[in-house]
């Protein structure tokens, strides 16, 4: 009799998702899924409205990466007025850029995944989170809570607000930054650098930890596909695309963002409201590609600041004779890379004298009937394509998200586990946590706003065929 | 003209009896709030906020259209009037199409500013969502319908300031809507002579200017008074709204 188990709701994630396992009779695993089921309707509703109002409503999609939301629409917004926003303007996009990245990954690390390792995945799930985090170590969780703060403060003393700031606009910035306020956030650098570092060195003794666990953690080939500067830098805020494969050739490099709809497909499932992004050439399943973290750290060719850069080095290393670092679970090597570069680099624009200038914004009206905006938000590359009438009005709204294109990974990764943990008898709460982990991995952002910290409850049904419940667990 | 004696809240107050009710109630310091009233412009009793309460009548009378009558005894702060200001919010906002956090004048809309003064935190009616239309035709500027609360402010001061007329009203009921001159894009209107007026008195989101974005739009009305003192008393001073 085949069985299928569902995980509802997967916990320690942005948004609402299950995982359901299916079993065959023997009770081996035959297939595995991660469904979204939430539908939010954006592109749909966003139609008829104003190109100048969409950094404010596409933000709102999501709490955590409403920042990357806002720029990628205002770079959307300067393409369709055809400007070339002044520098100041960019430098300072650039910075709120960085904030968005230290604040979502301090959160995607210290309060979200750390839990699993520093509490263990078997561990009474009352308590794994970050509030056991806390009474377990609360000088390492306060250290997280407070650079998650940092990315914040950075955000609110540009936007005049930590979420939903509408400060950035198509043509520029609405608000310029004076020496007050980057004295006061070059005052946070040096605790910010420290404890990224401490991360990093944390990380390295999960690795020790945790290292029967690890090769099962969506460990396979796939392409890789990020923003990458023109000299072959990590990029996070322009760039051209490069896509690389799973063994570290690079297979297309330098691609225009306007031509990302010629490499990348969109492909639909009746089970998941998540869409599944694919490359092109290769077509659906096959084209299947990773961003985000572990994607922008395997493709770059180097690191532009000091420690980020030895960090890139190390994590090149595990890649051995592969080519590339394939293994998912180093998306938390690579994102706590990226926090380090975010703290490095903020400072280095912090001093950068160009960042007081006046000139923030260029005004000018509709001279493109399309728009492409493209940056890297912390999960990954973000797309805003806005077709307008004459007047600004929206004709046609493609948002491509982070989490989207991680959408055949994450199935992958799912897969792998159950197959690897299951055996159709045993259903353990601790097999269950690293089936959740494996997606946490990815850090997804489903729609963003709701934020479980591991209290919602966790409900497994194996179900026969005939749709009877023949076990059931609830936590 | 005759000066007549009434009373507002149980306090003794004369007006002149070609005034409102609303204007000697806020000569005396009364407050009565407002929406479709705009200093400068004629009161046409469009949003029924100021209604008020006068003894003798089971009625409730708009105070903006209300001429003072001697003795008469006028409540404006009771619990029926508090819980009809509130009803009035919530039915504009439940027939409109409001998104307050992603609007252009989010934080600076007098719509928002009454619903907070009125204490109206839910909405208890099914939204209509209505299908409006937005009309970017404009070179500079917006009339979205989407957020028209047809206080036709818009109207009054293109008529009576501008003297232009390009706004006018249409249809009845819940169609009814703002229409600029043959109900034509307002970018091909003839009479529109892009002074911005209608925008600066809009007290909603509804007129704005092109290529401001969330919350960057704060309207500006005290232009008005200036060109209206201006006109009728050739005196080019700005007025402080309390004196008179």
Known sequence: MSKTITISPVTRIEGHAKITIHLDDRGNVIDARFHVNEFRGFEKFCEGRLMWEMGGITSRICGICPTSHLITSAKAGDDILAVAIPETAEKLRRLITLAQWIQSHALSFFHLSSPDFLLGFDSDPATRNIFGLVAKDKDFARRGIRLRKFGQEIIEVLGSRRIHTPWAVAGGVREPFDSAKRDHLLGWIPEAKETAQIALKTLRSIHEKFAADIPNFGNFRSMFVGLVAPDGALEYYDGALRVMDGSGNIIADKIDIHKYADYFGEASESWSYLKFPYYKPLGYQKGMYRVGPLARVNICDYIDTPLAEQERRVFKALAGDAGAVNNSFYYHFARLIELLFAVEKAEMLLNDPAMLGADIRARAMINRRMGIGASEAPRGTLFHKYEVDENGVLQKVNLIIATAQNNLAMNRTVHQLAIQYIDGNKITEGILNRIEAGIRCFDPCLSCSTHAMGQMPLHVQVIDVEGKVVSERIR | ?244
């Open chain 2, 1 to 244: 003209m005759a000066i007549l004696t009434l009373t507002i809240n149980g306090e003794q107050v004369s007006g002149k009896d070609d005034e409102s009710l609303l204007s000697i109630a806020q000569q005396h310091g009364i407050k009565i709030p407002t929406l479709c009233h705009l200093e400068g412009l004629s009161d046409v009793g469009a949003c029924r906020l100021c209604l008020v309460e006068v003894e003798g009548s089971p009625k409730l009378f708009p105070a903006c259209t209300t001429k003072p009558k001697e003795g008469m005894v006028v409540s404006t702060d009771t619990e029926r009037l508090r819980k009809y200001r509130r009803l009035i919010i919530e039915f504009l906002a439940s027939e409109g199409n409001h998104q307050c956090s992603v609007c252009v004048v989010n934080g600076h809309c007098e719509l928002q500013n009454q619903a907070y003064e009125t204490g109206l935190t839910h909405v208890t009616v099914p939204y209509l969502y209505p299908k409006k239309t937005l009309d970017a035709s404009h070179e500079h500027f917006i009339m979205d319908r989407n957020r028209c609360i047809l206080c036709t402010r818009c109207v009054r001061v293109c008529h009576e300031v501008e003297g232009a007329h390009t706004w006018d009203l249409s249809g009845r009921g819940i169609a009814c809507e703002i229409i600029s001159d043959l109900n034509q894009p307002w970018g091909t209107s003839e009479s529109c002579t892009s002074c911005g007026k209608c925008v600066l008195v809009c007290p909603t989101g509804a007129i704005i200017e092109k290529g401001e974005g969330v919350s960057e739009m704060e309207k500006k009305t005290d232009f008005l008074r200036y060109i209206v003192t201006a006109r009728q008393k050739r005196e080019w001073i700005n007025v402080d709204s309390d004196e008179e």
